[in-house]
């Protein structure tokens, strides 16, 4: 991990162990918040511990933190951190990794129970002795039995592509119920998270007596191999996983297995947590469990602010009673969508990618964020020639048909021999056979271009004059991605000064839950690109997201250049823009900086001002028939209703 994650893994730690403590919850809080802080910098650590001034600019970081990320720095330790796992058994925080297993239910258990680890819980509920403590009925140690043996499947959070896949299969099916009005996924999956660790559903339903069949279909479902809890209105399953590449996408050789399945989303199930509700309160239900917990908290503080309560039920007066005012036939001020409650609380609507309490809540206004029929260009694509498994014309009548006004066929660099990377002679030639293509076909711009490697110094796979040969060069990292922050930030700063690159790829080359990838010092840079006119790519692959969100954020605020790209391999990989979308969603991207939205014109103008005297080999844009574009897939067309409805 680099420094920012190792420290911000420290402060949650702390939040951790205070709150298993007992110590001032409002401490953990900071913590916590500070570790979120430290996660989503652009910065690296280092480049800031210098100047504690520094880090008080940060919003969440006060003077103590401050100086606990200076020691961090300096020591690779927090004195305070040691000091409290002093407290502590090892066994007792490793039971905090079992799913729900929350701080005080782990504090009960520890300092009532005598249970100071995983094997000793195991032990107390076969023995029943767990029944004899606070807050555990029998319910309660069924389903603890049950977390326990997800956490020894030592199951990860799924790649958001994967976990979209099981969601929508749920959703689809209880839209078809009889009596049901609507239903959606909610929680970090609505929100665009790169990784989620359990899927929330919710129906909504016109009467009351719908719920019990409702939920009973949902328990029934064909991916359902286990039911953990079973009510009228609330549900839990464990629900198969299974790979189908065919929606999220192949991917590229780096990123398939054996007998194209993704070795990383073969695990055995997710849980999928059902919630049926009534219709006059759906949008409180669907803002509560969408999230974020640290966006709700702001929404409740804002609302006690106001004189009013916010939650799951709605927006109520706030009348000093300890019940819920819906429980006393209290009529909410605003219930029904998300939309009238934001309003009612003076507030415009927040889309659900933003709703991470990142300043969101002092917008005036929503911004314009960038959606996925915004996008004309698909400037990272592979074919036959390297790793895809399309021919050019194959490639190019598929990006036709997605209404794409320009393709870039951008095969791998010699270096990447795995991939089928291409030494220079076959490069010229396909270089031709790209221009042939582009000339027979009408309606788009077929680019002849590359993913050139960027080597461990920080060169180009390919000789400048072949560089200038190329519409479009994509410089990636693919080899040496261990490599120390500094000589990282070095090595990608040398390859966006390069006078060829038009876009920076996959910059970190990350592998969601596979590996870490580079960890640069992405203000650097950002800055970099911005000065020497360089597009970051935001690489739509549910298993890369790389640019992540937090560095879109940053990029966004410099006015810099982004590309949201699938990195096509196969036809199916189209659909991974969506993916994509909310990753530059969730870093307040708008269309204005992101060159795929550009007109043809606008776009292949700033490709060719890329090279010397703004001349290129380039092929002319071609004028777009001006009859409908292409019908978007189906996965495309859900994703835009949602995109609108957000």
Known sequence: MSLNEDAAAA?????????????????????DRAARAVEGLSQDL???????????????????????????????RMQELDDLQAQV????????????LGPKTAAVLWKQGGIESI??????????????????????????????????????????????????????????????????????????????????????????????????HFRSLPRVNQVLTAGATKSSVRAA???????????????RSKGGEIEEVSGPSVQVDLRVLPIEHWGAALMYFTG?????????????????????????????????????????????????IYSAMGLPYIPPELREDRSELELTKTPRLIEIDDIKAELHAHTTASDGSMEIEELAT??????????????????????????????????????????????????????????????????????????????????????????????????????????????TGRLINRRAGLSPDMAKLIAAAVEHDVALEINAHWMRLDLRDVHVRAAVDAGCKLAIDCDVHAPGDFDNLRFGIMTARRGWLTPDLCINTWSATKLHDWLQSKRSGGTSNAPPSKKVPTKQPAKRSTTEAATKSRTKRS
């Open 119 to 216: 094997p000793q819980l195991k032990a107390a509920i076969d023995s029943g002795a767990l029944l004899d403590l606070p807050r555990m009925g029998e319910k309660s140690i069924q389903k603890l039995k049950e977390s326990i043996a997800i956490a020894e499947e030592g199951q990860k959070r799924l790649p958001l592509g994967v976990a979209m896949a099981v969601a929508e299969d749920f959703v689809e099916s209880m839209r078809r119920v009889k009596g049901v009005v609507d239903a959606t996924y909610a929680g970090s999956l609505r929100r665009g998270k790169e990784t989620i660790g359990d899927i929330d559903v919710l129906v909504c339903v016109k009467k009351p007596d719908d719920a019990p069949h409702v939920a009973e």
């Open 11 to 31: 402060l949650a730690k702390i939040a951790r162990l205070q709150d298993l403590l007992g110590m001032d919850h409002f401490r953990a809080i900071s913590n």
């Open 398 to 507: 598929e990006a036709k048909r997605r209404g794409f006004h320009t393709i870039a066929v951008t095969d791998h660099s010699k270096s990447s021999a795995i991939a089928g990377g291409l030494p220079v002679d076959r490069l010229l030639e396909h270089i031709n056979a790209v221009r042939r293509v582009n000339d027979r076909i009408k309606g788009i711009t077929v680019l002849a271009g590359s993913e050139v490697d960027i080597l461990a110094d920080g060169s180009l796979d390919y000789p400048d004059d072949v560089l200038a040969q190329l519409d479009v060069v994509v410089a990636s990292p693919h080899t040496a991605l261990s490599q120390e922050p500094s000589v990282a930030t070095e090595r990608l700063l040398r390859a966006i000064r390069h006078p060829h690159v038009h876009i920076l790829g996959h910059p």
């Open 241 to 255: 996983i299974r790979a189908d590449n065919g929606r999220v996408g192949n991917g590229s050789t780096e990123l």
């Open 89 to 100: 058994p090892a066994g007792v925080l490793q039971m905090l990794d079992v799913p729900g």
């Open 292 to 340: 974020s917990k640290e966006h709700n908290i702001r929404l409740r503080e804002r609302a006690l602010k106001q004189g009013r309560t916010l939650n799951d039920y709605g927006l109520f007066p706030e009348d000093g009673e300890d019940t819920p005012p819906q429980t006393r036939g209290i009529k909410p001020i605003a219930s029904r969508t998300e939309e009238e």
């Open 46 to 76: 280092s480049a800031l511990a210098e100047s504690r001034e520094s880090l008080l600019a940060i919003d969440g970081i006060g003077p103590k933190i401050a100086d606990k990320l200076i020691e961090f720095y300096r020591t690779g």
